[in-house]
């Protein structure tokens, strides 16, 4: 695979042919009866990446291409069906098992409003891992880093006295943050953490993680569907369509010379707000047709259906990664050289 | 990078207000305060309940003293009519015994068994509905067809029948356990209803990401259901409860009234209910309404209570 | 005459603690044939704005004062009849969620038909007929034989297009859509708002388009209206408001937008939060934020008054202080 390259080369996390299924079948009696198949929904499909220490790799896709159920398979919420997962070297079952390891991982959730107990004091809220971890002793101990962790992401020490339905999203989302933080992390998954925020207070949020990121070191798996934020937050960056990533590489790359007809066409399905291009708005080309149903995907590459460059050969075998530049790319018509410039 | 102790102790605990002080500020209290229906029913509950609590101080005679008893008193009309006396304004029953004593005590067994069985239903019914909605697979789909299966009975035949079987089998022991076999074949009754709302809640809250939250660091399915869940269940609980106590004061009267439940040496409003029945046509009718009136108002005000709790803890449109 | 005129709306909502002021004096227009962007954060009081106009604002809310007119008429404080008349055959409606604006049991045909035959009294056959002209209008493959499907057996873009077609069948001169796009995945998105713009181009339908998402604006409208804080504090061509915002919260709000072109050091960001509605500064709302505040600020409140090309509620652009500011 070869793509872990950091500046000390260290690979914090790896993904190595990941595929998860879920059985989506029918009741069982029904399907005795009427003789029919087991269906599986392909949520992740043989998805390879590695994350190098201190860096952010955001997945990026549209609903149903398995990014959040990516994110679930990183932190262990659910085991990978094929595939391994490593954290620190050690499978990520075996280090999840083990509290000094399982402390140094930690996720941000999307939705401020259900992402904290509504009947928790916030204090409490944040002082959950460390109390689970057994970091600290002592009641005043545990008062005091939370009160640290407040004030780091932004907010008062009196704050932790109050209940999360006393604040605003924005507000919940540091709480969340802080919480994540209190175990002392070094990796986080953020599954679409500013999605549900307003644009002034998305801001605010994306230079917090940003500070945070480069003071205590922390190494990110940032989960989103707007490009303009991952262009913001990740230095690599895997695009996703229906499990499998069809395209991943370093951002700048990916930004300036996209190669997948999906990733170009995602890229120009975004609104233009550049000054320099505004002149009465420019219009996007629409992306024709909709995201099929994960549950049976169309044969060969799964994109061929809204593909303007799928041949025949599209339509019944499935692409392999190829290397181009520092991307591997999943294309036929990038291998066989007809993308246009 | 530490904060400074003085800020961190400022800082904690400072100045949010206490529980007592957040209801008295809350919707809640001022939705009860504006319902006339509440504060009514709310007054003549909790009228009940105090009389039913300080009985032995409140009334005028202990109804269940058999040497204070004289059946020289016995049939004694209520206040004002011909022949009664304002030492028993409710008048007297067959024995002797105070009406208004005997229903401020009877009042008591009742509330006393009311509140057990439904305290015991709820601890039931709680906990299988959080293991069934957490737990998921086999153990929910068993512990609901239980529930399936029992709801499909009425819930008085239930309770009669696990009264019946049980008074049978400890037949010796009959008298002074009494009343622990009817609170438990009450509570086995009403379990159910609390088992498939928590279910239903904890389904839902299960979904929610603060859960995922306790589970990505690691926290035991036990722990999250008892510190997380539960809390965030409690809401609609406590409904059931309001209304399931009127529902089990009444199955208690009946059980009573039918001759199974409570004995006469230590009546509830049900026992009293029956032991006045054989009077009612002969003349002596106050032996039996009086104890069916004061049950009656009891459970009312309890129902109308509930219901009004029901609409006040619903989220609304408006 | 413009199509519809605000004037001076004011919203309010009486609760136990007081009275909060959800719009105060908003005023505005559109034209014919224009589209209108309402762009704001949540709590700014847009979709507020849709809603008091097409007469659903939700109880305890009430239009505590102005005037809302349409082709010159007015229709706010008018009995629940006439509105329900004017809503459908003169004002149409798109809202977010398709799955809740389509009656799950009735086919799409069916509800198209029954609109068009309530507003617009024609017969049944040829109410059919323009159901399956209406779905190919707006992109359905197969429009005869879809015409007899439900709504769940479509997906979320395809609904949203049949929502459209419901909202233009009766031909309303204004369609309110309040968040058209935001369920939709991002390559849906496109497909919608190019969709929206062609066909109101096409049956000269003006919209009023609310929406967080500045990106849509700049695509879809002719004009913007940006609120804070339940006010219009911006108003004006949507590439100068862009381009060359003259309110600093516009400034704010747009430097704050991560960019696809290159990748930013440091998101520009706006300090603190938008006020309660229970806690709104006397004044400018956003003199608590403003980095251009002075003492004028926050004694007195500014109207929209001429900023360059566009209008921006902000003592900034008082004549006297831009006489002195541009010399």
Same mark, same amino acid.
């Given at each position: 695979?070869g ?12 993904a ?5 299924l ?7 009696? *029904? ?10 929904? *392909?949520?992740?499909?043989d ?7 201190g860096?952010?790799l &955001? ?18 919420l ?9 954290f620190?070297?050690?499978?990520l ?7 000094g ?12 409003? &259900? ?6 004091r916030?204090?409490r ?14 009641? *005043?101990a ?5 009160a ?6 932004g ?6 006295e ?9 507000q919940r ?6 919480? &994540?933080?209190?175990?002392?992390p ?13 644009v ?28 303009a ?6 230095d690599?960056?895997?695009?996703m369509?229906l ?16 190669r997948?007809?999906?990733? *170009?066409?995602?890229l ?5 707000l550049?000054p ?13 047709g ?25 339509r019944?075998?499935r692409?392999?990664?190829?290397v ?18 | ?8 102790r400022g ?21 009860f ?5 509440a504060?009514?029913?709310g ?27 004289s059946?020289?008193n ?25 009406? %208004?004593?005997?229903? %401020?005590?009877?009042?008591r067994?009742?509330? /006393?068994?009311g ?7 709820? /601890? /039931? ?12 697979? /086999? ?7 239980i ?15 696990v ?17 622990y076999i009817i ?13 498939r709302?928590?279910r ?37 609980v406590?409904?059931?409860?309001t209304i399931n ?6 199955t208690?009267?009946?059980l ?8 006469p040496?230590?009546?509830? %409003?049900?026992t009293?209910i029956?032991?006045g ?10 032996i ?9 108002i ?11 709790l ?9 | 005459?413009p @199509? ?24 505005f227009a559109?034209r ?10 949540s ?5 507020l ?7 659903l ?5 009430l ?9 010159g ?11 329900r008349r004017?809503r ?5 409606a ?10 799950? @049991? ?19 056959a040829?109410a ?22 439900y709504?769940?057996?479509?997906s ?11 909202a ?11 968040e ?7 390559s ?6 190019? @969709? ?10 003006s ?8 990106g ?17 504090v911006? @108003? ?6 862009i ?27 706006i ?9 709104i ?7 608590p ?5 002075f003492?004028?600020?926050?004694e ?7 900023a ?20």
């Amino acid at each position: 695979m070869g793509e872990a390259a950091t500046a000390d080369g260290a690979t914090l996390f790896e993904a190595e042919h990941v595929t998860r299924l879920f059985d989506v079948s029918g009741p069982w009696l *029904r399907r005795v009866t009427n003789g029919e198949k087991q269906r599986f929904l *392909r949520a992740v499909d043989d998805v390879s990446f590695t994350i190098g220490r201190g860096s952010t790799l &955001a997945l990026v896709g549209e609903s149903g291409c398995g990014k959040s159920t990516m994110a679930r398979l990183a932190v262990g919420l659910h085991a990978p069906s094929r595939g391994a997962i490593r954290f620190a070297g050690k499978p990520l079952a075996a280090a999840r098992a083990e509290a000094g390891l399982r402390r140094r991982m930690n996720m941000i959730f999307q939705d401020p409003y &259900a992402s904290l107990n509504p009947r928790w004091r916030v204090a409490r809220i944040i002082a959950e891992p460390i109390r689970a971890f057994g970091m600290l002793g002592g009641a *005043r101990a545990i008062a005091a880093r939370v009160a640290e962790l407040l004030v780091q992401v932004g907010l008062q020490p009196s704050d932790g006295e109050k209940f999360p339905h006393e604040f605003s999203g924005g507000q919940r989302q540091r709480i969340s943050i802080a919480r &994540a933080l209190s175990s002392e992390p070094e990796f986080l998954v953020c599954d679409e953490p500013t999605s549900a925020l307003d644009v002034s207070v998305q801001a605010q949020i994306l230079n917090l993680m940003r500070d945070l990121q480069r003071r205590l070191d922390l190494t990110y798996l940032f989960i989103s569907h707007n490009l303009a934020v991952v262009r913001h937050m990740s230095d690599r960056l895997g695009v996703m369509y229906l499990g499998r990533i069809v395209e991943i590489g370093p951002a700048e790359e990916i930004f300036s010379v996209p190669r997948h007809p999906y990733t *170009r066409m995602l890229l120009d399905a975004i609104p233009d707000l550049a000054p320099d291009r505004m002149a009465g708005g420019r219009s996007r080309v629409p992306i024709a047709g909709e995201v099929p149903s994960p549950i049976t995907p169309p044969p060969g590459c799964s994109f061929h259906p809204r593909c303007p460059l799928a041949n025949a050969r599209c339509r019944e075998e499935r692409p392999e990664y190829m290397v181009a530049g520092a991307t591997r790319v999943a294309c036929h018509a990038v291998a066989e050289g007809r993308l246009p410039a | 990078m530490s904060a400074p102790a003085t800020k961190a102790r400022g800082g904690i605990g400072a100045h949010s207000p206490g529980p007592i002080s957040r209801f008295l500020d809350s919707d809640l209290w001022y939705n009860f305060r504006r319902s006339p229906v509440a504060v009514i029913a709310g007054a003549v509950a909790f009228l009940c309940i105090a009389g039913a609590l300080f009985a032995p101080w409140l009334a005028p005679h202990d109804p269940f003293n058999l040497a204070s008893l004289s059946l020289s008193n016995s049939f004694l009309p209520p206040v004002p009519l011909a022949g009664s006396q304002w030492a028993f304004p409710l008048g007297t029953d067959d024995q002797g015994r105070d009406m %208004l004593s005997a229903i %401020l005590y009877g009042g008591r067994i009742s509330l /006393v068994v009311g509140f057990c069985s439904v305290l015991f239903a709820a /601890v /039931v019914g709680v906990g299988t509905g959080l293991l069934a909605g957490y737990g998921g697979g /086999v153990a929910d789909a068993v512990l609901m067809r239980i529930a399936d299966v029992q709801l499909t009975f009425p819930a008085i035949l239930i309770a009669l029948v696990v009264d019946g079987i049980i008074s049978a089998a400890l037949h010796q022991l009959h008298e002074a356990t009494e009343i622990y076999i009817i609170v438990f074949a009450i509570g086995i009754s009403n379990w159910p209803q609390f088992a498939r709302t928590v279910r239903g809640s904890t389904l839902v809250e299960r979904g929610k990401d603060y859960v995922m939250a306790a589970r990505v660091i690691g926290i035991s399915g036990p722990r999250i259901m008892l510190t997380h869940i539960l809390p965030n269940v409690l809401g609609p609980v406590l409904v059931i409860a309001t209304i399931n106590l009127a529902v089990a004061i009444v199955t208690e009267a009946t059980l009573s009234f039918l001759g199974v439940g409570l004995p006469p040496t230590n009546p509830s %409003l049900g026992t009293l209910i029956n032991n006045g029945n054989a009077y009612l046509f002969s003349g002596q009718w106050w032996i039996t309404i009086f104890p069916g009136l004061a049950l009656v108002i009891m459970v009312l005000s309890i129902n109308l209570l509930g219901d009004w709790l029901r609409d006040a803890l619903n989220p609304r449109l408006s | 005459m413009p @199509l519809l005129e605000v004037e001076a709306l004011s919203v309010e909502f009486p609760t136990r603690r007081g009275v909060l002021k959800a719009l105060d004096r908003v005023s505005f227009a559109i034209r014919a044939g224009e589209v209108l962007g309402m762009v704001g954060e949540s709590g700014a009081g847009k979709s507020l704005t849709g809603a008091a106009i097409i007469g659903l604002l939700e109880r305890p809310g009430l239009i505590s004062g102005g005037r809302i007119l349409l082709e010159g008429k007015r229709i706010d404080g008018l009995p629940p009849e006439e509105m329900r008349r004017i809503r459908g055959r003169r004002i149409g409606a798109i809202f977010q969620d398709p799955l809740t604006t389509l009656d799950p @049991l009735y086919t799409v045909g069916r509800q198209l038909a029954e609109t068009m035959q309530v507003h617009l009294g024609i017969p049944g056959a040829e109410a059919r007929r323009r159901a399956v002209d209406w779905l190919a209008q707006v992109g359905i493959p197969a429009p005869e034989e879809r015409v007899d499907s439900y709504p769940h057996e479509f997906s979320g873009g395809m609904r949203q297009r049949v929502v459209i077609a419901l909202a233009l069948c009766a031909e309303p001169r204004l369609v309110i859509a309040d968040e058209p796009t935001t369920a939709l995945d991002v390559s849906i998105q496109a497909q919608i708002i190019a @969709l929206l713009k062609r066909l109101a181009r096409d049956h000269g339908t003006s919209v009023m388009l609310i929406t967080h998402d500045m990106g849509v604006i700049a695509e879809t409208a002719d004009r913007v209206a940006v609120m804070y804080a339940g006010r219009i504090v911006e @108003l004006g061509p949507v590439a100068r408001v862009i381009r060359h915002p003259a309110h600093p919260y516009t400034e704010g709000l747009m430097a704050s937008i991560p960019m696809l072109e290159e990748r930013r050091g440091r998101l520009a960001q706006i300090e603190g939060a938008m006020p309660r509605l229970s806690a709104i500064p006397p004044g400018c709302p956003f003199s608590p934020r403003c980095p251009k505040v002075f003492a004028r600020c926050a004694e007195e409140r500014p109207e929209l008054m001429p900023a360059g090309e566009t209008e921006a509620a902000c003592w900034f652009h008082a004549p006297a202080l831009a006489e002195a500011a541009h010399g």
